[in-house]
């Protein structure tokens, strides 16, 4: 029994319906590894473009999108509260200085650059199949993901999607910007390190995804509501209402979250404490008794 080498044209398809490469890049004939991972990404790349372009065929983006005249200021003005609330004040400027040019909306003018300039041809193929959702075009597979929002490092890609959403308590920006806190160390803000603080927050790993769905949700009601007792109505609207159809959450802890935080007075605080990874213990001094037993 032998096995056969796929072809290029096998192995371009096989990324296009699936997101997977072959580490190898076996298919792909040159003097070097090096030269052939050179040649299959670009080939790959060039695939991808090819196909998300077929797809979109010559789509328009929202008017609210197209109407934006300062990306940077738009993604302030909706991140701002979240920062101020999370990061003490000496660390406001900084931390906003980073996040407020974090957003990226996925429109037809920027696209191909996008998925070129991709780290990995997996997160092209994610970003791919983001923007054609949005646009309401067949996805590159049946069972790709159906998302609105992409974080990666400090770079935050968002579905032009975004603008018709009608969730009360949806925010993708807010969102997506809250995995940058937990994914970006504090030098990268230019803040000082320390051996116990080195992450713009630490977040419990495994609260990942509730700490930025509680931010969304908690932002949005800040929005709508002014006056305490109208946070706390709005927020008890949540656990009826909410669902994120994410296995990694538990929507009820994300609503009790929110409606804590909405009957506080800096409720991000409550978020932060709520999803932090839970505090080591000293080891207990030896008594003077014990110290006096062991001589």
């Keep these: 029994m032998t096995s056969t080498t796929p072809t290029v044209t096998e192995e371009i398809k096989r990324y296009l319906r ?17 030269a052939r991972a050179q040649r299959a990404g670009v080939d790959l790349e060039n695939a991808l473009v090819a196909e998300v372009s077929r797809r979109a065929n010559g789509w ?10 300062d990306l940077v200021a738009f993604t302030r003005t909706k991140v701002e509260p979240m920062v101020r609330g999370l990061f003490p004040r000496a660390e406001h400027d900084a931390v906003l200085a980073l996040v407020e040019k ?15 300039d991709a780290r990995w041809p997996r997160s092209a193929w994610d970003l791919a199949n983001l923007y054609l959702g949005a646009i309401g075009a067949d996805l590159l597979a049946d069972d790709a993901p159906q998302i ?3 974080s990666e490092e400090t770079t935050c890609y968002v579905s032009p999607a975004y603008f ?16 940058i806190f ?5 030098r990268k803000a230019g803040l000082r390190e320390t051996r116990r603080r080195e992450w713009l927050l630490d977040i419990e790993y495994r609260k990942r995804e509730t700490f930025a769905y509680a931010c969304e949700a908690y932002a949005c009601v800040l929005r709508q509501a002014k006056k305490p007792v109208e946070r706390v109505a709005l927020a008890a609207e949540l656990r009826d209402s909410f669902g994120t159809g994410d296995a990694r959450v538990e ?12 009957a506080r007075r800096n409720g991000w605080k409550v978020i932060l404490e709520r999803c932090a990874p839970p505090k080591r213990k000293r080891p207990a001094a030896p008594s003077a008794a014990k110290m006096e037993s062991e001589r």
């Design 148 to 150: 609105l929002g992409i």
């Design 182 to 186: 937990h994914n970006c160390k504090r």
């Design 102 to 116: 974090s957003v990226v909306f996925l429109t037809p003018a920027n696209i191909e650059e996008v998925l070129r």
């Design 18 to 34: 699936t997101g997977d490469t072959d580490p190898y890049h076996a298919a792909w004939s040159a003097s070097s590894f090096l």
């Design 164 to 179: 018709d959403e009608e969730d009360p308590f949806a925010d993708f920006v807010v969102h997506e910007v809250a995995h």
């Design 251 to 262: 929507p009820g802890d994300v609503a009790e979250i929110v409606r804590e935080a909405a």
């Design 60 to 69: 328009e983006p929202p008017p609210a999108l197209m109407a934006m005249e």
